[in-house]
């Protein structure tokens, strides 16, 4: 059964650092790994869709990082803003539906 | 991408009603989701809903707690039926297109009193 896992749960840092959030995955027989970012009480934005046969993903400040053999990805966000506070998901696909991670919690302080 | 819709975007309902939220696409799509997203917890699948056919469930979801229907391509309702507090929850549908991204509609929270 594909578990996900996302490290840390939550994270705070200053405005303009740069980070990296991790997720991990038990079963490498995935299609894609997709990031989303969801806002308190809202819905689920997606950010980057990696393919199973992709290494990484570039959209402006985000950059997603797949290293399926490892069963690993990471997001990272270039210089920070208080407007990336919210949760990210990882989510991978498999022979499964959709597994999500719980989610990191980031807080940028201004 | 898809433009995803959602109503009620919330609601507070009575122990032992039942509530249906709809879903509207701005595109044909053959596979519809819906998720329950419990408080401080991650997504749930709920179910699978294809168009022309019965929804396919997930373990622990059952038809007569959440019927879905898909009337066309576009469109899908979930009805949460008889609801208890345990019910309280955002519900989200969602949406897979071109090459396996889901998109997903805004939610509605549900409050079950």
């Known amino acids: 059964k594909q578990e996900v896992t996302q490290i840390p749960a939550a994270l705070s840092v200053p405005e303009g650092e740069n980070l990296v959030l991790n997720c991990s995955f038990t079963d490498s027989a995935i299609y894609n790994l997709q990031w989303f970012r969801q806002d308190p009480g809202k819905g689920l934005t997606s950010l980057l869709l990696?393919?199973?046969?992709?290494r990484e993903q570039t959209s402006g400040r985000l950059n997603a990082s797949l290293d399926k053999s490892s069963g690993r990805s990471t997001l990272y966000i270039a210089a920070s803003q208080p407007g990336d506070s919210a949760t990210y998901l990882c989510?991978?696909?498999?022979?499964?539906?959709?597994?999500f991670g719980k989610g990191t919690r980031l807080s940028v302080i201004a | 991408s898809a433009v995803i819709s959602q109503k009620p975007s919330r609601d507070i309902c009575q122990r032992g009603t039942s509530l249906t939220i709809q879903c509207q696409v701005d595109?044909?799509?053959?596979?519809m989701f819906w998720y329950r997203q419990q408080p401080g917890q991650s997504l749930t699948l709920i179910a699978t809903a294809n168009q022309g056919s019965e929804a396919t469930y997930e373990s622990g979801f059952v038809i007569d707690k959440f019927p879905i229907s898909r009337p066309n391509l576009t469109f899908s309702t979930l009805t949460v039926s008889n609801m208890s507090p345990e019910d309280s929850s955002i519900y989200l549908c969602?949406?897979?297109?071109?090459?396996?991204?889901?998109?997903f509609g805004p939610g509605t929270r549900l409050t079950v009193l």
């Open positions: 969602s949406v897979e297109v071109g090459t396996g991204a889901q998109y």
């Open positions: 595109s044909q799509v053959t596979m």
């Open positions: 989510a991978v696909q498999g022979n499964t539906p959709l597994v």
């Open positions: 990696i393919q199973s046969s992709q």
